[in-house]
């Protein structure tokens, strides 16, 4: 370490000069020592490098969605560290997370510290300190109260968290002057030490800055004062102390070239024996206790960052807790608990609000990519970031891995499978494809490099071998074409001339999408009308037609108005029957029968004869008690099933029935949705379902969840139901509500309305349809049947 560094440690504060900015999370605010109770938690888990881990901890809380991401380093990974980073274009210049970890080659990190927000120009609050060098720090935070945090990390390896201060004062023998930041630029009013740790010469800050002053420093001997403006060049072994030009004529015109100068520094660290420093906000754990919130701690929930140690200093982690959007956020209570759970016994708040950003570079990625939803929607721009760094070189291949573009296709439509290796590192290294054999097993296809294209339909399996390592990726899908879905099935335009594109989506039987704009066939009814060249329809003359859009059989129609003529009438569309979709016949061949019903009682305000009320009732039920093992009466209903028959009733709260390799449960959002109504079976059903472990899972709801009050919560439920069918499970979500059947599979969930008996009127509704189910050794039919 030279002398100008040892200089600048000595020097360093934690304080800026002038009126800087705090962020959005620095305002007061009360807040009460408790956290949302969580209902499930839905977690993912991805390695980033030897020692390093990313995990995504999505749950549903009695409050709402709680989105956290968390980075976990093995600090005892010779290879790994952990330091700050900042702008490798100009030195304090803002620039978004991503772009400061990747441009200093960060595998992972997170938003740093507090800085100010206006303007494309910042300094950090807190002192940096990396791999032994000071960089910069200031000398006028925490001089009232202990506000901002620092982390520290000394030459040993030893972690620690302190409420840093610092004073600096430079001096000739007529006169000492305060120095109100170390390398930090701000508003450039007070003096401010500047060395080669910030630039090689002032050319930049000039342009910032007018008629700034520098006092050239050398061997303890000012060797040169700039006229006001002009650009010196930065010592190598040396300083400069920079004022604004105001200053020096009111307060430092007193130092000349050749004062001898004496530079005074007192902090609460020493920094000659600190290898890693970055700053924070308030402290959140102490002695592994959740602390009171200081003034610049947010009250409420909030977007937040966290950085916290283990006990044994041996693990770091890294936490950001998104809000203002589908996910609520967390207060500072919440954090601190957050952070006990992933194992933090010292830890301090970061920046937050719209600053805060985990940026990841999994072994699955070619590049670091933001994994949590930032709160402005796009990412902010900070002065900093703190950076996980694998120092290793990469090595020789010590595994191979298969990373498939989806797992779902269609026949015809070709998917991609990379294969990268991995060191002991977990380095990812590529691989051409021409080194590897591939090949697909379980369905008919032509390989193109890594590129296959499926001639058949059906589930196969991809391996790859390597240089004697195997890899193979399963249960990808090759499927049908159910059904065609324009955007737009009435395109009208002005006159001749006019175009149209056409996007359509096609649906496999299992209702996941996929894009077919330029695959489907199209064929115009009427020539004369306009034509369709690739997915795009040109008008010819004024009139009407209709677009037949066919792909692999199933077909839909678009109807074409040019001009002010009437529009035609276009066929209806047609799609291929669910495979499920079949008779279901009692018999005694070891399956096990189920029959689902609807609302049954009638809950209106009109009087309806008994005579007719019961003979409805009785029909019903004679239909769904019949040849079944299991009657599930899904809406209110004021019937009973014969005691010999195994039964559920709809009561308005959570059931659950394990029955025949069926996990059946009942679930109420009558108030807009799960939470609202009761968000205990967010946990009641996800515990029952995962510790029945069959293969059928039935939901019946008195609502869709497209009709929930909040989408996010919707999505929530969708993906829940997703990792079910990734499983290789069958669901079927069953609503009970309104007078119309329906039924609808999207993304390998079957969605199903089941309609009341009873209209608003009082009369009986003639699409009344109860559903029957035969299940056995795993595989499950179903049958819709009409009681009239």
């Known amino acids: 370490m030279n002398r100008n560094k040892k200089l600048a440690k000595r020097a360093m504060g934690t304080v800026l000069a002038a009126a800087m900015l705090i962020s959005p999370l620095s305002y007061f605010g009360a807040e009460t020592a408790y956290g949302a109770t969580t209902y499930y938690d839905q977690k993912t888990e991805k390695t980033v490098t030897r020692g390093v881990t ?122 000492t002057i305060e120095l109100a930041s170390m390398n930090k630029v701000t508003s450039m009013v007070f003096p401010i030490y500047l060395d080669r740790n910030a630039m090689t010469n002032t050319s930049s800050l000039d342009k910032r800055f007018q008629n700034l002053v520098k006092f050239v420093v050398e061997d303890d001997t000012i060797t040169y004062v700039s006229q006001k403006g002009e650009t010196v060049t930065v010592p190598e072994d040396g300083y400069l102390i920079v004022m604004s030009g105001d200053y ?64 044994d200093g041996n693990t770091a982690i890294f936490m950001v807790v998104d809000g203002r959007g589908d996910s609520i956020g967390a207060t500072h209570w919440e954090m601190g608990m957050l952070m006990q759970e992933y194992g933090a016994y010292e830890a301090m708040h970061l920046d937050g609000g719209g600053s805060s950003t985990m940026v990841v570079q999994t072994t699955e990625d070619k590049a670091p990519v933001v994994q949590n939803e930032v709160s402005e929607g796009s990412e902010r721009k900070v002065i900093n970031a703190v950076g996980v760094f694998q120092n290793a070189e990469k090595g020789e291949i010590q595994q191979i891995v298969i990373q498939p573009s989806m797992t779902r296709t269609l026949a015809g439509k070709p998917i991609t499978f990379t294969v990268y290796g991995l060191d002991e590192y977990y380095n990812r290294i590529e691989i051409p494809a021409s080194a590897v054999d591939l090949d697909a097993v379980g369905v008919e296809g032509t390989w193109d490099g890594y590129t296959f294209t499926p001639k058949t339909s059906g589930t196969f399996t991809v391996i790859a071998v390597y240089d004697n390592l195997v890899a193979q990726q399963n249960n990808v899908v090759s499927g049908k074409v159910a059904r065609l879905s324009p955007t737009n099935t009435n395109i009208k335009l002005a006159k001749a001339g006019d175009t149209a594109t056409i996007a359509m989506n096609a649906y496999d039987q299992d209702g996941f999408s996929y894009w077919a704009s330029t695959s489907t066939n199209y064929t115009v009814a009427n020539p004369e009308i306009g034509s369709v060249s690739g997915n795009v329809f040109t008008a010819k003359k004024t009139g009407s037609t209709y677009i037949k859009c066919e792909k692999d059989g199933a077909v839909a129609y678009i109807t074409v108005t040019v001009g002010n003529a009437t529009a035609v009438k276009a066929p209806a569309a047609t799609a291929a029957k669910d495979v499920l979709n079949q008779p279901v016949t009692k018999k005694n061949d070891g399956a096990y029968y189920f029959n689902v019903a609807g609302k049954i009682a009638y809950t209106g305000d009109k009087t309806i004869a008994a005579e007719t009320y019961n003979s409805a009732r009785s029909k019903v039920k004679s239909y769904v008690d019949a040849n079944a093992d299991v009657a599930i009466y899904g809406g209110a209903n004021d019937i009973q099933s014969a005691k010999k028959l195994d039964s559920l009733s709809w009561n308005g709260s959570y059931r659950f029935l394990n029955r025949g ?22 946990a009641s059903f996800t515990r029952d379902i995962d510790n029945a472990g069959n293969d059928t899972i039935v939901l019946v709801m008195d609502k869709t969840p497209s009709d929930f009050t ?21 669901v079927f979500v069953i609503s009970c509500y309104n007078t119309g059947y329906w039924s609808s599979t999207k993304d390998g969930v079957r969605y199903i309305n089941l309609p009341n008996l009873w209209r608003a009127d009082g009369t009986v509704n003639q699409n009344y349809t109860m559903l029957r189910f035969r299940v056995k050794d795993g595989n499950v039919t179903y049958e819709a049947v009409n009681i009239k």
Not at 143 to 152: D, L, P, V
Not at 263 to 281: C, E, H, Y
């Open 661 to 682: 390799g069926v996990s059946l449960a009942m679930l109420s959002a009558a108030k807009g949705g799960i939470t609202a109504t009761n968000p205990s079976q967010w």
């Open 710 to 730: 909040s989408a996010a919560e919707a999505n929530y439920f969708r993906a829940i139901l997703n990792k079910y069918v990734e499983q290789g499970k069958t």
């Open 248 to 311: 020096y004529t009111n307060a430092a015109s007193m130092f000349a070239a050749g004062d001898a100068i004496h530079l005074d520094i007192t902090s609460s660290v020493d920094l000659d024996k600190i290898d890693t420093a970055f700053g924070g906000g308030g402290k959140l754990l102490v002695d592994g206790k959740i602390t009171t919130a200081n003034s610049i701690v947010a009250g409420g929930r909030q977007p937040r960052t966290a950085f916290g140690v283990s006990k």
């Open 54 to 175: 990313y995990e995504k901890s999505s749950r549903m809380t009695d409050a709402g969605i709680q989105n956290v991401h968390v980075l976990k380093v093995d600090l005892t990974e010779s290879t790994l560290e952990i330091r700050e980073v900042e702008s490798k274009s100009e030195y304090g210049l803002k620039e978004t997370v991503k772009k400061l970890l990747t441009d200093n080659g960060a595998v992972a990190g997170v938003n740093s510290d507090f800085f100010g927000l206006s303007g494309s120009y910042s300094a950090a609050f807190g002192p940096i300190v990396r791999d032994g060098e000071v960089i910069s720090a200031g000398t006028t935070l925490n001089k009232e109260e202990g506000q901002y945090a620092a982390f520290f990390m000394d030459e040993d390896g030893n972690p620690f968290f302190d409420y840093f201060t610092m004073t600096a004062r430079f001096g000739n023998e007529k006169k």
